[in-house]
């Protein structure tokens, strides 16, 4: 009976091991999740009424370069606050100096889903 205890509490102790605890790496990195999503390089893509992602992450204060490709219909990207304006498939590169949430949107009346066609850049 004692050896059943015994097998049952070490095999529990054994589960609590295997599945507790968060990555250390990104602790060891000095970074938490947020900062590690963050990006120079932003390809986007569009389709018809959608944007490939709906949040992109960029550091503040360091130079960003968006590349926009259309694999469906004609779009572009606007945001308003960094004068971004890429009508069809194009690039800018620009600063975000202050930190915050900004809407990119489709520039280019693209059909009857167009006024939903937005992301967000987050500037940490």
């Given at each position: 009976?004692?050896?059943?205890?015994?097998?049952?509490?070490?095999?529990?102790?054994?589960?609590?091991?295997?599945?507790?605890?968060?990555?250390?790496?990104?602790?060891?990195?000095?970074?938490?999740?947020?900062?590690?999503?963050?990006?120079?390089?932003?390809?986007?893509?569009?389709?018809?009424?959608t944007f490939d992602k709906p949040e992109y992450?960029?550091?503040?204060?360091?130079?960003?370069?968006?590349?926009?490709?259309?694999?469906?219909?004609?779009?572009?990207?606007?945001?308003?606050?960094?004068?971004?304006?890429?009508?069809?498939?194009?690039?800018?590169?620009?600063?975000?100096?202050?930190?915050?949430?900004?809407?990119?949107?489709?520039?280019?009346?693209?059909?009857?889903?167009?006024?939903?066609?937005?992301?967000?850049?987050?500037?940490?």
């Open positions: 009976m004692k050896k059943v205890l015994l097998s049952a509490v070490l095999l529990f102790l054994f589960f609590l091991a295997a599945c507790g605890g968060e990555d250390d790496s990104e602790q060891a990195n000095g970074t938490d999740a947020t900062e590690s999503n963050a990006t120079n390089q932003i390809d986007m893509t569009a389709t018809n009424f992450v960029v550091n503040a204060g360091e130079e960003i370069t968006i590349s926009l490709t259309n694999e469906e219909g004609q779009h572009g990207i606007g945001i308003n606050e960094f004068d971004v304006n890429i009508q069809g498939n194009g690039k800018v590169t620009f600063t975000p100096n202050e930190p915050g949430e900004y809407t990119i949107y489709c520039n280019v009346p693209c059909g009857e889903g167009h006024a939903d066609m937005k992301s967000t850049l987050t500037v940490q």
